[in-house]
């Protein structure tokens, strides 16, 4: 498997990888990282489809990527994905899954077009004072120190950010700032999260700092995540032949581990996959021509969904995920070490809730500080409004509606998240996680601006909330070391590899669609040697233009400050003004040019 950029690997189509046809493959879970693997298997490695299946313990496919509407509960929705144009690897694999709506269009160009015709950005991204303008002018507020901050952890290895939390390496002036506030809360950072995620986050999304602001970075779907992205895909998997079996809990794998003569880590193969269904254990044996990918950890385990009447359910209980993981990785130091994202769940959790209007009486409220009508059908809040003042540090959003193909075209649905779960509210008094779904209502009725004396009538009557707690929903953002997530094909690994968000792959951040598509690539081309080079993740960290770009907005706009007397600062001006640095700091408004 290698990398690759350009347009001569992006377009081409490998030749069939060879013993293509005898191969037979299984995926444990469906999340996107199974369902993308799945797709590259058929389309790139030219594996006949029904000898593909996906084992999946719950009743529905997708994963993380939900959208449901459950019978006396309503609508749900526990995260929503922020994309970008350059998730190279997702949009490779949409390019070829059709539209469901638009005749001989594939998802991609239904997503483009989109896009193209109702472009996305916030007009309110921060309030404060119940819903008002929290007048931040876009501005990241940075100052010296700060701005030093960001460039040393820029600048780090990340040897030496392992193990170590952002309040370790960024001072109080950075997480005072605008900045920190912009990026935590579009991202869901917490002070406590690895400083080691802080700076991949900062290379793989350079070329949107100017962004952040009026979050004009991100681009959304036309409905949830499941009906506008995994439906489509399954579908056409379902097309293809690929099997789907849904309530069967895969429990364990078995490996062949031979140790190398050497002290290389030797051939490894897995040879059995244990598997409980409907009460029964069973499995399937598994030779040389099997393939299997599986994906490690979940940051949706243990999910519990309240509703209008009922808090959301805190389980720290038994977790099928994780637990499996714990298995395969008691049998080889390269498998990882679970226990450091799965074990520490009050550093690793928050809580989200979908609130669905059911009157015209809230979506005025909304209008006021979105600045748009929410039943317009284009860009509603354009990303997240995030309540600065709030002691929750409640952030919501209104995506184009309708959200859901079903949704009833005189409601509204809102999605609902807070960073700080346990510390009590500034209306109800309660940490949100003891909160019902009416509750939570309450909370952001009052940080919408809502007068208080009809908060409660609202909240009763002219709106439905299903709060969902998620235990490990950033426990990937938990410090970490080289080695504790194991690589997507270990050295050694013959049949088998590890996909999703809790595989190693160093050429991408976690927590996005792309990461999980990414790794499902990885494992295919490498297992199948297909000839095709994996997209490169786009390299704005290494372009000069991106990085210009992005320190000028860091500054807001200052010009750089050059030390020394004036006559040595002028010639030294005059000396880059004859250079194409000089020339592109003068574009990016860094120096100005002497000449003027």
């Excluded at 701005?147 to 002036?173: C, H, M, P, W, Y």
């Amino acid at each position: 498997m290698y990398y690759s950029s350009g347009n001569y690997e992006a377009f081409a189509r490998p030749r069939k990888p060879e013993g293509a046809d005898r191969k037979r493959a299984w995926f444990v879970g469906s999340g996107l990282a199974a369902l993308a693997g799945a797709a590259f298997l058929v389309r790139d490695g030219q594996v006949p489809g029904e000898r593909i299946t996906v084992l999946e313990r719950l009743k529905l496919a997708g994963g993380a990527l939900d959208g449901i509407e459950v019978p006396e509960k309503g609508f749900v929705v526990r995260g929503g994905r922020e994309l970008e144009d350059h998730m190279e690897c997702l949009w490779d694999l949409f390019r070829s899954v059709p539209s469901l709506e638009v005749e001989g269009a594939s998802v991609l160009d239904e997503f483009y077009w989109l896009n193209k015709d109702d472009p996305n950005f916030s007009l309110q991204r921060v309030t404060e004072r119940r819903g008002q303008d929290a007048r931040t002018d876009g501005l990241f507020a940075l100052d010296d120190k700060a701005q030093k901050d960001l460039v040393r952890v820029f600048l780090a290895t990340r040897e030496e950010l392992e193990g170590k939390r952002i309040d370790e390496v960024f001072s109080r002036n950075f997480l005072d700032s605008n900045f920190w506030l912009y990026w935590r809360t579009m991202f869901a950072f917490e002070e406590w999260h690895g400083a080691l995620e802080m700076k991949l986050y900062l290379h793989r999304f350079i070329h949107h700092i100017g962004g952040l602001p009026d979050l004009s970075a991100l681009k959304f779907t036309k409905y949830n995540q499941y009906e506008s992205m995994v439906l489509p895909l399954t579908r056409w998997l379902a097309d293809q032949g690929v099997r789907f079996r849904y309530e069967v809990e895969v429990t364990d794998i078995d490996f062949d581990l031979a140790p190398g003569s050497d002290g290389s880590p030797g051939r490894k193969q897995a040879t059995r996959i244990h598997w409980r269904e409907a009460g029964r254990e069973g499995g399937v044996d598994l030779g040389p021509d099997d393939l299997v990918f599986t994906t490690i950890g979940s940051l949706t385990e243990n999910s519990d969904d309240g509703d209008q009447h009922t808090p959301a359910r805190l389980d720290e209980g038994p977790a099928p995920a994780w637990d499996l993981w714990r298995r395969i990785a008691a049998k080889d130091p390269a498998f990882g070490r679970p226990e450091v994202f799965c074990g520490n769940i009050p550093e690793s959790k928050w809580e989200s809730a979908t609130v669905t209007t059911l009157d015209p009486r809230i979506p005025r409220y909304i209008q006021k500080v979105a600045r748009r009508d929410p039943f317009g059908g284009g860009v509603v809040t354009g990303g997240i409004v995030t309540a600065r003042d709030s002691s929750w540090l409640l952030s919501w959003t209104v995506n184009r509606q309708p959200h859901f193909k079903q949704q009833p075209a005189d409601r509204i649905v809102v999605w609902v998240y807070s960073l700080f779960v346990d510390r009590p509210g500034d209306f109800v008094k309660k940490p949100m996680q003891d909160c019902t779904g009416e509750e939570i209502t309450q909370e952001w009725l009052y940080h919408l601006g809502v007068p208080v004396g009809e908060i409660p009538d609202l909240a009763a009557h002219a709106a439905r909330c299903v709060p969902v707690m998620m235990p490990y929903v950033t426990s990937f953002f938990l410090p970490r070391h080289a080695g504790d997530r194991p690589d997507v094909v270990p050295e050694g690994a013959v049949n088998f590899a590890f996909i999703g968000q809790f595989a190693e792959t160093t050429r991408d951040c976690i927590f996005t669609t792309e990461y999980s598509v990414r790794t499902g690539m990885e494992a295919v081309y490498r297992l199948l040697d297909v000839e095709r080079g994996v997209p490169e993740v786009f390299n704005s960290t290494y372009d000069v233009r991106k990085l210009l770009a992005a320190t000028t907005r860091l500054r807001d706009g200052a010009e750089l400050d050059l030390p020394g007397p004036e006559f040595l600062r002028k010639r030294l001006l005059r000396r880059l003004e004859a250079t194409e640095i000089g020339e592109l700091m003068q574009e990016f408004g860094l120096i100005e040019d002497e000449r003027r």
